[in-house]
């Protein structure tokens, strides 16, 4: 009896240790994304009432603060919003965004900072970062000089993202059937679209065998259902061009599967894929 008792107590001790340093890989992995530089080396854009314009013009009801500056000859900006955030108000920061990086805004009129981006010369890049109650939620930038992209979406916050299918949640329960050792399984719609993403959570690593059924499932039945339900709603797979297996705590690898013309599993990161390339 005291030998089950000290076994138990190891195993405790020893998912802690990991479900710690799990932590940790996902609190450094944002941290890449964080503009750490002091605020001697910024140049800021000063307008405390661009807050209020943002508000206003780009119904971002919730935001509570923003940032525009630049170092060297990279734009940067920040929003901080509150808890409340919706989905309409990330979709309008990136629209906002759009707009002012690809759409040659005038100096005169146009969106916020246009004046400003006009009359810098050369601009090499443009970022910006999405906060949430101080948490980092999502990044953008792009590179002017090599027309090269980046994207990170914090897939770990509670925050109120996109609406799903109500047919995606049946695939829950078909997951679920796979192993004894899936726990829980949820079923996330990134900010990022054409993605859908299933958040596994498992009480160990899955084997090989699970792994390939879980691939198999995705294959036979899932993509292919997500791709008629999104034809049959927009003319066009546009909802489900990617389909990510995440595991929690990185227990295994994330997968990705590819569900264009072409069906695959790539080795890749769906938060820069180019699913239309």
Same mark, same amino acid.
């Given at each position: 009896m005291k030998k089950f008792r000290f076994s138990i107590f190891i195993i405790s001790i020893c998912i802690l240790i990991i479900g710690c340093t799990q932590e940790e890989a996902i609190?450094?992995?944002?941290?890449?994304?964080?503009?750490?530089?002091?605020?001697?080396?910024?140049?800021?854009?000063?307008?405390?009432?661009?807050?209020?314009?943002f508000q206003e013009m780009y119904m971002l009801e919730n935001l509570e603060s923003h940032e525009a500056y630049v170092v060297e000859n990279n734009v940067n900006f920040t929003?901080?919003?509150q808890k409340e955030l919706t989905?309409?108000?990330? &979709?309008?920061?990136? /629209?906002?965004? +759009?707009?002012?990086?690809?759409?040659?805004?005038?100096p005169i009129g146009g969106a916020l900072y246009g004046k400003e981006i006009y009359n810098m010369n050369p601009i090499d890049s443009m970022t910006y970062r999405l906060f949430i109650e101080d948490d980092l939620l999502q990044?953008?930038?792009?590179?002017? &000089?090599?027309?090269? /992209?980046?994207? +990170?979406e914090n897939m770990t916050l509670d925050v109120s993202r996109p609406l799903k299918s109500d047919t995606e949640e049946r695939y829950i329960e078909r997951?679920?059937?796979?192993?004894?050792?899936?726990?829980?399984?949820?079923?996330i719609k990134p900010y990022k679209g054409y993605v859908i993403y299933f958040d596994i959570d498992t009480y160990i690593r899955l084997n090989e065998k699970a792994i390939n059924e879980l691939k198999e499932v995705v294959e036979k039945d899932i993509a292919s259902i997500l791709e008629e339900k999104s034809i049959e709603k927009y003319g066009m797979n546009t909802n489900a061009l990617g389909i990510v297996l995440n595991f929690k705590n990185k227990k295994n690898e994330q997968l990705l599967?590819?569900?264009g013309k072409e069906k695959k599993w790539i080795d890749d990161d769906?938060?820069?894929?180019?699913f239309f390339y």
């Amino acid at each position: 009896m005291k030998k089950f008792r000290f076994s138990i107590f190891i195993i405790s001790i020893c998912i802690l240790i990991i479900g710690c340093t799990q932590e940790e890989a996902i609190d450094q992995e944002v941290e890449t994304y964080i503009d750490d530089l002091p605020a001697s080396e910024r140049t800021y854009f000063h307008d405390e009432e661009y807050t209020e314009y943002f508000q206003e013009m780009y119904m971002l009801e919730n935001l509570e603060s923003h940032e525009a500056y630049v170092v060297e000859n990279n734009v940067n900006f920040t929003f901080n919003f509150q808890k409340e955030l919706t989905p309409s108000e990330v &979709k309008n920061v990136d /629209g906002f965004f +759009y707009q002012l990086a690809f759409e040659g805004i005038p100096p005169i009129g146009g969106a916020l900072y246009g004046k400003e981006i006009y009359n810098m010369n050369p601009i090499d890049s443009m970022t910006y970062r999405l906060f949430i109650e101080d948490d980092l939620l999502q990044y953008k930038s792009f590179d002017f &000089k090599s027309n090269t /992209g980046d994207y +990170y979406e914090n897939m770990t916050l509670d925050v109120s993202r996109p609406l799903k299918s109500d047919t995606e949640e049946r695939y829950i329960e078909r997951i679920e059937d796979i192993s004894l050792f899936i726990k829980d399984v949820e079923i996330i719609k990134p900010y990022k679209g054409y993605v859908i993403y299933f958040d596994i959570d498992t009480y160990i690593r899955l084997n090989e065998k699970a792994i390939n059924e879980l691939k198999e499932v995705v294959e036979k039945d899932i993509a292919s259902i997500l791709e008629e339900k999104s034809i049959e709603k927009y003319g066009m797979n546009t909802n489900a061009l990617g389909i990510v297996l995440n595991f929690k705590n990185k227990k295994n690898e994330q997968l990705l599967y590819f569900n264009g013309k072409e069906k695959k599993w790539i080795d890749d990161d769906w938060q820069n894929y180019d699913f239309f390339y």
